[in-house]
């Protein structure tokens, strides 16, 4: 107890009732807070608390998170996001994109009702480019491809996931990393913007590039991310996989990966990014001087609410 | 759906059953964990899926918040931690320290017994320096005094908790800000460890300074904390206060915080740090040339658990 000559306070510290402290933080918000921010807030300082109690989480323990987290915060940049690194090895991210669809489309009532075909999503990840130029229909993507490259021609169709039309002048934004496991803004070797553009669909809703065959790669671990992963005995590694990103006026933009079906940790990606139907198959091309394999990836968009 | 020539997959994406996929994350830790890790994660992942799941969290409103704490990081170095001032408006490090005293000390037991007077904890703050001078006792700790600072002689004992008797030797880490609502470190006009200073307690478990009585200050608002108290519609302001941190081998150190039972906002502190019985009186003092009031502030500490 603190006291001193005039202070008649009770002798010893009064300990709140958890959850009445909880709600006296939530209720610390006043009248101006928008609506959603506060259903957020509300709920996520409930399950923060929650989660102290629960793990009785010590200053000490509580420090040592947060210093993981300011230090995800200090690597991060235009080039690298660490703190969605960190998210996506605990699965937030995925969670959060499950919520798009059933939130953002007209996934979730289709689904139920028949065989609409809408393409699942998946995480955008940290290494998507929003500079990324566009580039002409069929033309390639890899400009300083590695000896060890298998050159892929991928290629499909866009369409509307609920009447089956083909869509034309969607935006097909595509990125992967080369053969050694690094996205171009990674590594000094590769040129800026290699192994990554955008495309257009043509008037039958097709889109063409030429890419390479994707490979396993560890997730990054000289930050806060490959520490928790390390401390977790968990391994870095993600699946084979291109990325998508598909928009068109009209339709949820569907951000996506694609998986090769030979690749190894499938089923135990480091950041929860896979899904059954995103599982695609590499198949030999004869005849085309510029690829030796063929990748035909058809996206079915979602039509937005209206 | 993605399709193509060889791919017999289902007809759309599989949604997962929600802790199904929670389930997985934390499955994915292996043996090697430490267990009180293992402990931690699994609520922390289990809470933060719920807090997804429960609010419909989108993936823009995600990455919005996941930009908030990359800020937060970038924002952090060794002089401010802009991650644990976000966390202390959310009430966090309140809870944590509340757990603090509830695990490492004995107090959770005396409590429940008898009338031991244990002083209360309270968060420490972004704003504790590990280098600060230790200082003679009776010393001064303002230096660069403002003419509208009321300088206080500060005084106290340092007792055990359980049986009473005074502790010499204790070390008592002493911060406050100036008239001007600034730390040192957050001040060019201050010099380097104004207004903070380590003490020990002499033979009788005394300890004595000079400082300033405090003033209410707004916590950091060029941030993302003080952006969101903005959003939150909530105040930034700090009841006037006095930052305390007591040592001593084989006892719970405690960190707390004094407040003026005269200052504003002692029933709205904006990182909700306050405690009825940490609140003190300063009162005139006569025939000192060197100060107006006087405060006397006495602290017990636990025992620890052996």
């Not at 608390?49 to 200090?74: D, P, Q, S, V, Y």
């Not at 951000?255 to 990014?273: E, P």
């Not at 091309?285 to 394999?293: C, D, E, I």
Request: hydrophobic share 35%.
């Amino acid at each position: 107890m603190v006291s001193n000559g005039t202070n008649g306070e009770k002798p010893h510290g009064q300990k709140l009732d958890a959850s009445k402290f909880t709600e006296s933080v939530v209720a610390s918000m006043g009248e101006k807070t928008p609506e959603r921010l506060r259903e957020v807030i509300t709920s996520l300082t409930r399950h923060l608390h929650a989660f102290i109690l629960e793990t009785n989480l010590n200053t000490k323990e509580f420090m040592a998170g947060l210093e993981l987290l300011n230090w995800a915060g200090r690597m991060s940049d235009e080039k690298r996001n660490e703190g969605l690194l960190l998210s996506d090895i605990l699965g937030l991210e995925r969670q959060a994109s499950e919520m798009d669809d059933l939130v953002d489309s007209v996934t979730s009532h289709q689904l139920s009702m028949d065989n609409v075909t809408t393409t699942s999503s998946a995480i955008l990840g940290p290494f998507w480019r929003s500079d990324t130029p566009l580039r002409e229909f069929g033309s390639t993507m890899t400009f300083d491809t590695p000896p060890d490259a298998e050159v892929a021609y991928i290629h499909g169709v866009v369409t509307d996931a609920v009447t089956g039309e083909p869509l034309k002048n969607a935006l097909v934004d595509v990125w992967q990393c080369s053969t050694n496991g690094l996205y171009e803004q990674q590594d000094p070797n590769q040129r800026e913007f290699n192994l990554r553009g955008k495309f257009t669909t043509n008037d039958q809703g097709q889109y063409a590039l030429y890419g390479i065959r994707p490979v396993p790669y560890p997730v990054p671990s000289d930050g806060p991310a490959g520490k928790l992963l390390q401390l977790l005995d968990r391994h870095p590694f993600r699946p084979a996989h291109i990325h998508y990103m598909t928009s068109k006026e009209g339709y949820a933009t569907l951000v996506t990966q694609i998986f090769d079906r030979k690749t190894k940790y499938l089923d135990n990606d480091s950041v929860f990014a896979t899904k059954s139907d995103l599982v695609v198959d590499f198949v030999p091309l004869k005849g085309n001087p510029n690829a030796t394999l063929d990748l035909e990836c058809n996206i079915a968009l979602s039509p937005l609410q209206s």
